[in-house]
T-cell receptor, first 112, second 110 residues
Framework: DAKTTQPTSMDCAEGRAANLPCNHS???????VYWYRQIHSQGPQYIIHGLKNNETNEMASLIITEDRKSSTLILPHATLRDTAVYYC?????????????FGKGITLSVRP | NAGVTQTPKFQVLKTGQSMTLQCAQDMNHEYMSWYRQDPGMGLRLIHY???????DQGEVPNGYNVSRSTTEDFPLRLLSAAPSQTSVYFC?????????FGPGTRLTVL
């Protein structure tokens, strides 16, 4: 079973920030939070990951709460091309049990 | 680097036929895995491998076999295809935190 819960869908206006929430209340100390997205039927695309500090890259920012039980992916200026299913995943990649377990994700629709 | 490549892109089989989905990566990744995705669903893990010669089952392994004779290749075999195996199949590889997915194979079993 997926160890994260996400809303089913959300939308935002083009050019505005998209804030995608994720709950992972049972996350363990050595598990990272990952975000992937899937556009149409393409292979999932890596966005960002973090352990406990906030992270930022050219695609997005990841805000992780201090207790690590939830996080938010921020797309600062959403475009129509950001319309996709976004998956929040927790994963311990340091050992043999390093598989990604996907839930149903959140469908983000960016409107013009 | 070509990343993760999958062949074929599309395949139609009849019930009972066998086939092998190919997956290759040129990044020297130790970890490779196969997922299937059904309509409206997230990806589900079929089999995975943590290195050459080592494979293990994921959450939906029935009807599929894998082997890992080299670091680069991780083929997925369907011994006797069933309509329930109609799906999109994704291969992935990783070394450390970053997991890279292939473009997928769309399989239809009639």
């Amino acid at each position: 079973d997926a160890k994260t819960t996400q809303p089913t869908s959300m939308d935002c206006a083009e050019g505005r920030a998209a804030n995608l929430p994720c709950n992972h209340s049972t996350i363990s100390g050595n598990e990272y939070v990952y975000w992937y997205r899937q556009i149409h039927s393409q292979g999932p695309q890596y966005i960002i990951h973090g352990l406990k500090n906030n992270e930022t890259n050219e695609m997005a920012s990841l805000i992780i709460t201090e207790d690590r039980k939830s996080s938010t992916l921020i797309l600062p200026h959403a475009t129509l091309r950001d319309t996709a299913v976004y998956y929040c995943i927790v994963r311990d990649y340091t050992g043999a049990n390093s598989k990604l377990t996907f839930g149903k994700g959140i469908t983000l629709s960016v409107r013009p | 680097n070509a990343g993760v490549t999958q062949t074929p892109k599309f395949q139609v089989l009849k019930t009972g036929q066998s086939m092998t989905l190919q997956c290759a990566q040129d990044m020297n990744h130790e970890y490779m895995s196969w997922y299937r995705q059904d309509p409206g669903m997230g990806l589900r893990l079929i089999h995975y491998s943590v290195g050459a010669g080592i494979t293990d089952q994921g959450e939906v392994p029935n009807g599929y076999n894998v082997s890992r004779s080299t670091t680069e290749d991780f083929p997925l075999r369907l011994l006797s295809a069933a309509p329930s195996q109609t799906s999109v199949y994704f291969c992935a590889s990783s070394l450390g935190p970053l997991v890279v997915f292939g473009p997928g194979t769309r399989l239809t079993v009639l």
